[in-house]
């Protein structure tokens, strides 16, 4: 299971999948229809940041060794998350206010959309420790 996670084709599937079906969702208008489809791929997004900078630091062989690996591991893969989602909520707000209206971006969803992408990074670190 470890070696799908880190390949570099399951990573690019995941990520063109997460891609269309948010491209999907943007032209249908399916956000409207399926409350929790933003919810999951923020989800999804998560789990995709984590595996991606993973498969980065094994790839480039930046690996963490000693007694403090874990807890150093686990937070700067959550931080990267983070960071991700914050630039990620900047970019929809650009795209709505510039390009197309979504209508739904509120601080609700923003803070909904960061918690499921920090929730799918915690359940993406899971997978790969």
Known sequence: ???LLESRVSLFIFLVFILLIHGLAIWFKLYYLFWWLDTA???FGGVWI???FNFFIKHFGLNLT???ARPVFFMIFLGLTALTGILWEFFEFGFNRYITHIGFLTY???LSDLFFDLLGGIIGLLLVL
Do not use: I, N, Y
């Open 66 to 68: 000693g007694a403090r």
């Open 41 to 43: 791929l923020h989800f």
């Open 1 to 3: 299971m470890k070696s």
């Open 50 to 52: 984590v595996l991606f």
């Open 108 to 110: 609700e969803d923003t």
